[in-house]
Protein backbone atom coordinates (compact mmCIF):
# COMPACT_ATOMS: atom_id res chain seq x y z
CA UNK A 1 0.00 0.00 0.00
CA UNK A 2 1.21 3.03 -1.05
CA UNK A 3 1.28 6.34 1.61
CA UNK A 4 2.13 9.94 0.81
CA UNK A 5 4.64 11.10 3.61
CA UNK A 6 4.19 14.75 4.36
CA UNK A 7 6.36 17.06 6.38
CA UNK A 8 7.18 20.81 7.20
CA UNK A 9 4.14 22.21 8.73
CA UNK A 10 3.98 24.60 11.91
CA UNK A 11 3.49 27.91 13.71
CA UNK A 12 4.41 30.79 11.63
CA UNK A 13 3.72 34.51 12.62
CA UNK A 14 1.45 36.72 9.32
CA UNK A 15 3.81 37.98 6.60
CA UNK A 16 6.05 34.41 7.52
CA UNK A 17 6.91 31.31 5.56
CA UNK A 18 7.01 27.52 5.69
CA UNK A 19 7.72 25.02 3.22
CA UNK A 20 5.86 21.84 2.99
CA UNK A 21 6.87 18.29 1.25
CA UNK A 22 5.05 15.18 0.57
CA UNK A 23 6.61 11.99 -0.94
CA UNK A 24 5.28 8.67 -1.83
CA UNK A 25 6.45 5.46 0.14
CA UNK A 26 7.28 3.70 -2.60
CA UNK A 27 9.56 4.41 -5.83
CA UNK A 28 9.13 3.72 -9.20
CA UNK A 29 5.20 4.27 -9.37
CA UNK A 30 3.43 5.90 -12.31
CA UNK A 31 2.41 9.24 -11.20
CA UNK A 32 0.09 11.97 -13.14
CA UNK A 33 -0.42 14.71 -10.95
CA UNK A 34 0.97 15.79 -7.76
CA UNK A 35 -0.34 18.42 -5.51
CA UNK A 36 -1.96 20.12 -1.97
CA UNK A 37 -5.72 20.67 -0.75
CA UNK A 38 -6.24 22.37 2.63
CA UNK A 39 -8.87 21.82 5.19
CA UNK A 40 -10.01 24.94 7.87
CA UNK A 41 -12.27 24.29 10.80
CA UNK A 42 -15.86 23.79 9.85
CA UNK A 43 -15.05 24.41 6.09
CA UNK A 44 -14.81 21.79 3.08
CA UNK A 45 -11.26 20.83 1.96
CA UNK A 46 -10.49 22.68 -1.32
CA UNK A 47 -7.29 23.07 -3.82
CA UNK A 48 -4.26 24.97 -2.90
CA UNK A 49 -2.09 24.24 -6.26
CA UNK A 50 -1.39 20.92 -8.49
CA UNK A 51 1.50 20.44 -10.47
CA UNK A 52 0.99 17.73 -13.77
CA UNK A 53 3.79 15.58 -15.20
CA UNK A 54 4.55 18.04 -17.74
CA UNK A 55 5.00 20.98 -15.34
CA UNK A 56 2.03 22.54 -15.67
CA UNK A 57 0.76 24.14 -12.58
CA UNK A 58 -2.59 25.23 -10.94
CA UNK A 59 -3.34 27.42 -7.99
CA UNK A 60 -6.39 28.80 -6.04
CA UNK A 61 -6.71 32.26 -6.51
CA UNK A 62 -6.30 32.96 -2.97
CA UNK A 63 -2.73 31.70 -2.98
CA UNK A 64 -1.34 32.75 -6.36
CA UNK A 65 1.67 35.09 -6.09
CA UNK A 66 2.31 34.20 -2.63
CA UNK A 67 2.26 30.04 -2.99
CA UNK A 68 4.91 27.92 -5.25
CA UNK A 69 4.03 24.40 -6.14
CA UNK A 70 7.17 22.29 -7.62
CA UNK A 71 8.00 18.63 -8.38
CA UNK A 72 11.10 16.39 -7.70
CA UNK A 73 10.83 14.37 -10.62
CA UNK A 74 13.62 11.88 -9.64
CA UNK A 75 12.06 11.20 -6.34
CA UNK A 76 8.42 12.12 -7.12
CA UNK A 77 8.54 14.72 -4.24
CA UNK A 78 6.30 17.18 -4.42
CA UNK A 79 7.12 20.83 -2.45
CA UNK A 80 4.34 23.57 -1.04
CA UNK A 81 6.54 26.92 -1.12
CA UNK A 82 4.30 29.30 1.04
CA UNK A 83 5.41 32.57 1.64
CA UNK A 84 3.39 35.72 2.63
CA UNK A 85 1.37 33.39 5.25
CA UNK A 86 -1.78 35.16 6.41
CA UNK A 87 -4.23 33.81 9.43
CA UNK A 88 -6.51 32.65 6.85
CA UNK A 89 -4.07 30.38 5.10
CA UNK A 90 -4.32 28.22 8.77
CA UNK A 91 -5.63 24.78 7.93
CA UNK A 92 -4.38 21.14 7.66
CA UNK A 93 -2.61 20.86 4.85
CA UNK A 94 -2.98 17.24 2.86
CA UNK A 95 -0.81 16.05 -0.34
CA UNK A 96 -2.66 14.49 -2.76
CA UNK A 97 -1.64 12.48 -5.18
CA UNK A 98 -3.35 10.08 -8.85
CA UNK A 99 -0.79 7.31 -8.43
CA UNK A 100 -1.79 4.58 -11.68
CA UNK A 101 -5.51 6.41 -12.04
CA UNK A 102 -6.03 6.15 -8.21
CA UNK A 103 -6.02 9.12 -5.85
CA UNK A 104 -3.94 9.10 -2.73
CA UNK A 105 -3.91 11.41 0.13
CA UNK A 106 -1.09 12.29 2.94
CA UNK A 107 -2.14 12.11 6.57
CA UNK A 108 -2.50 15.93 6.93
CA UNK A 109 0.14 18.38 8.47
CA UNK A 110 -1.68 21.49 10.55
CA UNK A 111 -0.18 25.37 9.51
CA UNK A 112 -1.30 27.78 11.75
CA UNK A 113 -0.92 31.01 11.03
CA UNK A 114 -1.09 33.74 14.08
CA UNK A 115 0.80 36.37 15.87
Known amino acids: QVQLVESGGGLVQPGGSLRLSCAPS????????MGWFRQAPGKQRELVATINNDGTTNYADSVKGRFTVSRDYATNTVYLQMNSLQPEDTAVYYCYSNIAFRAYWGQGTQVSVSS
Open 26 to 33: KSGLSIYV
